[in-house]
């Protein structure tokens, strides 16, 4: 085994969780199993493979900065509950 009982039980304690002992035995079982998973993984040739940060590419989603007309003060404040001339009022919540 790869995990401990001792190992489930110490996370638990820092993950602050009860874990009864039935847990304890589950999660034993299944981190063994993924732990045993990885180290398949690790059985494979990876040295011709670039490293990577992502596994697509990723590409900015910028399009350029155009001047247009905005909706204006009158027609934002339209459904506002309670405003002052061009601003929103707002209950205050700092005393």
Not at 57 to 76: C, M, T, V, W, Y
Request: proline letters at 6%; hydrophobic letters at 40%.
């Amino acid at each position: 085994m790869k995990i401990s009982r001792e190992d489930v039980e110490k996370v638990g304690q820092l993950a602050r969780l009860e874990l009864s002992s039935d847990e304890v035995s589950t999660f034993t079982g299944q981190m063994d199993a993924i732990l045993s998973y990885v180290d398949k993984l690790n059985e494979l040739d990876t040295s011709h493979i670039t490293p990577t940060a992502h596994a697509v590419p990723l590409e900015n989603a910028f399009r350029p900065d155009e001047i247009r007309p905005s909706i204006g003060a009158e027609q934002a404040l339209s459904s506002a509950p309670d405003r002052v001339q061009d601003f929103f009022r707002v209950p205050k919540v700092i005393e």
